[in-house]
């Protein structure tokens, strides 16, 4: 007690000189009183705690504040419900005589042609999210590897979808001798190809904000007039099947095939949620 008596009475005389300093002229002094402090409850001389949950309170306020400013996540399912639907009617129902499709990529016809519906629906999968962080997810329909099928690899895109304003707009459109697998984040691998003596390679991505996909290299062979003996590899970066744009590559056959392999081996799985879990109206 003493103590805390001690350091009242000091602050007040220093708060009374700092007090002087900036009185007026003339100006009559005021007698100082020094009253002890009131004992505290506690007679440890601990200092008082705030009360338990006081902090956390005003952290979850701050928190739920700066939730409230972030955007909410838009409903995949709901914004691509056309596409979804539109895929699925092709599957339950089949091709009929006139049917337009708007939104199926000619990978999912092809399959639907071939492949009986009960195995579509589990060997198709769907996957929303926001694959180049712009904010709006995309929509992947492709094919669900079966793991116990080596050849299968990690499975093909043959639709990808985003959304320009309201519309949706379909930037990668994948079949049998045109395919893309995912690499990761906004990236594709793809190969294509065009008979023995013509096939094509590369590596695109999906920029925010984008429609189509951007190139970041392309390979291709082609024959040399109608010399079909002699095979020669192009390069560009514009994602085009044409020597007019494309520049010879010094690369044998045997160097241009491993880096064919090369890209490959960066291939993903990406998780698909097959159709037939699809809520289908």
Same mark, same amino acid.
């Given at each position: 007690m003493k103590k805390h #008596?001690?350091?009242?009475l000091t602050s007040c005389l220093l708060l009374s000189f700092a007090g002087c300093s900036e009185k007026k002229p003339d100006a009559a002094d005021d007698p100082i009183t020094i009253e002890a402090p009131a004992e505290s409850a506690d007679t440890d001389g601990s200092e008082a705690q705030p009360e338990?949950?006081?902090?956390d309170?005003?952290?979850a306020s701050e928190d739920q504040g700066k939730q409230a400013e972030q955007p909410e996540v838009s409903d995949g399912l709901s914004l691509y419900a056309p596409v979804l639907n539109e895929t699925c009617n092709l599957i339950y129902n089949g091709f009929h005589e006139d049917d337009r499709f708007e939104y199926v990529s000619s990978g999912v016809m092809?399959? #639907?042609?071939?492949?009986?519906?009960?195995e579509l629906l589990n060997i198709l999968g769907y996957n929303i999210e926001d694959i180049n962080n712009d904010g709006i997810p995309e929509l992947m329909i492709g094919t669900i590897p079966d793991e116990k099928d080596e050849v299968s690899g990690t499975g093909e895109i043959l639709g990808g979808y985003t959304m320009i304003g309201d519309d949706i707009v379909k930037f990668?459109?994948?079949?049998a001798r045109s395919s893309y697998q995912w690499l990761g984040g906004n990236r594709f691998y793809y190969f294509g190809s065009g008979g023995a003596a013509y096939s094509a390679f590369g590596t695109f991505h999906l920029d925010p904000g984008k429609s189509e996909l951007t190139c970041e290299d392309f390979y291709f062979t082609d024959t040399e007039g109608d010399n079909f003996d002699v095979i020669i590899p192009y390069h560009n970066t514009t994602g085009q099947w044409d020597t007019e744009v494309s520049q010879k590559s010094d690369m044998n056959e045997e160097e241009l095939w491993k880096l064919c392999d090369d890209m490959r081996a960066g291939c993903m799985e990406m998780e698909m949620t097959p159709l037939k879990s699809y809520p289908f109206p």
């Open positions: #008596a001690l350091l009242f338990k949950g006081s902090v309170t005003a952290q092809d399959m #639907a042609n071939m492949v009986e519906k009960d990668l459109e994948g079949w």
